[in-house]
């Protein structure tokens, strides 16, 4: 069936159209590694705009940036085997659970929930 599905968007909007045909145990790790992304990249240039200059990033931030792009290639790992890539989200939102305190950590906390709850359902709807 695979081989005689037709493609025929490119790039982006093909992307967008595969994760509305994505089981609903991935929606979570979708959704909490762009929640960890938004909220790392969104707080620094807050933080930039506010000191009209290039500031360091905190280590939150880089938290944040980080094990949201490892939940994502959590995603795609789980596309191709569910335990692999639901180990990896599950890793990410522990992380983030863990590692992320000060002016991010609702959010934070947040996104790691979700990386940990989607992680745990993929691996329970796949059992």
């Given at each position: 069936?695979e081989?005689?599905?037709?493609?025929?968007?490119?790039?982006?909007g093909?992307?967008?159209?595969e994760?509305?045909?994505?089981?609903?145990?991935q929606?979570?790790?979708?959704?909490g590694?762009?929640?960890?992304l938004?909220?790392?990249?969104?707080?620094?240039?807050?933080?930039?705009?506010n000191?009209?200059?290039?500031?360091?990033?905190t280590?939150?931030?880089?938290?944040?940036?980080?094990?949201?792009?490892?939940?994502?290639?959590?995603?795609?790992?789980?596309k191709?085997?569910?335990?692999?890539?639901?180990?990896?989200?599950?890793?990410?939102?522990?992380?983030?659970?863990?590692?992320?305190?000060?002016?991010?950590?609702t959010?934070?906390?947040?996104?790691?929930?979700?990386l940990?709850?989607?992680a745990?359902?993929?691996?329970?709807?796949?059992?």
């Amino acid at each position: 069936m695979e081989a005689t599905r037709t493609r025929s968007a490119t790039g982006f909007g093909q992307s967008w159209r595969e994760l509305a045909h994505a089981p609903t145990h991935q929606v979570p790790i979708v959704l909490g590694s762009i929640v960890a992304l938004l909220v790392g990249i969104l707080t620094y240039l807050f933080a930039a705009a506010n000191a009209v200059a290039i500031v360091p990033a905190t280590p939150d931030q880089a938290y944040l940036v980080i094990f949201g792009m490892i939940g994502l290639i959590g995603y795609a790992v789980s596309k191709q085997n569910v335990q692999n890539g639901s180990i990896v989200a599950a890793i990410a939102g522990l992380a983030m659970l863990v590692l992320v305190k000060g002016e991010s950590a609702t959010l934070g906390l947040f996104a790691g929930l979700l990386l940990l709850a989607g992680a745990i359902w993929s691996l329970a709807s796949t059992r």
